[in-house]
């Protein structure tokens, strides 16, 4: 199946600072889809991208898809105590297959 | 809206002993999963099922049975439970393509 590796695998910020978190193929995706986890809680849905270079905003945080549909970015702007958690861009295993590849996400933790 | 319900959401086991767990859902959605999630390993497939009547492996399906009962509920058991399988599980549902809605989890510990 399709694999996503994420990086990095945690990160630390100071708040009001940027965070950038990245997902590379090496296959052409046909989407790719984002979710955040906050501790002890379950994933919830972001946002999806379809289109080569598609860019989707929510409020300070900025979706990016890659011209040739193998990466995609999420970045925050001036990171808040509220953005701590584990973000996945999961992907699909493969051809016809509903399968979303997890991986192991990005830890970012928020020191205020 | 309900969404995804999952009971129990918290249990203790003994090696050996078996249990069940249960997952709902209402959004008349065709596909259901079975995750479990361990420190460092972020989540990993355990089984899932495209449509009613259908059920597949995932990455990580050994020591585990699931039961597609009805398009709105899909269970996971373990049969003989090992101290291996202390996880968070979390159920999942979606329409085809559409994103996955997660259930809050249940917090299993084999001792």
């Known amino acids: 199946g399709q694999q996503v590796m994420q990086i990095p695998q945690y990160q630390h910020v100071q708040e009001g600072e940027d965070f950038t978190t990245y997902c590379n193929s090496s296959?052409?995706?046909?989407?790719i889809q984002w979710y955040k986890q906050r501790p002890g809680g379950h994933p919830v849905f972001l946002i999806q991208?379809?289109?080569?270079?598609e860019v989707k905003k929510q409020k300070r945080l900025t979706f990016q898809f890659g011209e040739a549909k193998k990466n995609s970015s999420l970045h925050i702007t001036a990171t808040q105590t509220t953005d701590v958690g584990t973000y996945f861009c999961?992907?699909?295993?493969?051809?016809?297959?509903?399968?979303?590849?997890f991986g192991k996400g990005t830890k970012l933790s928020v020191i205020p | 809206n309900a969404g995804v319900t999952q009971t129990p959401k918290f249990q203790v086991l003994k090696t050996g002993q078996s249990m069940t767990l249960q997952c709902a859902q209402d959004?008349?959605?065709?596909?259901m999963y079975w995750y479990r999630q361990d420190p460092g390993m972020g989540l990993r497939l355990i089984y899932y099922?495209?449509?009613?009547?259908?059920?597949d492996k995932g990455e990580v399906p050994n020591g585990y049975n699931v039961s597609r009962l009805n398009k709105r509920e899909f269970s996971l058991r373990l049969e003989s439970a090992a101290p291996s399988q202390t996880s968070v599980y979390f159920c999942?549902?979606?329409?085809?393509?559409?994103?996955?809605?997660f259930g809050d989890g249940t917090r299993l510990s084999i001792l």
């Open positions: 999942a549902s979606s329409g085809g393509y559409q994103p996955q809605h």
């Open positions: 959004m008349n959605h065709n596909s």
């Open positions: 999961p992907a699909y295993s493969g051809a016809g297959s509903y399968q979303l590849t």
């Open positions: 099922s495209a449509s009613e009547g259908t059920t």
């Open positions: 991208l379809v289109k080569s270079g």
């Open positions: 296959t052409t995706l046909s989407n």
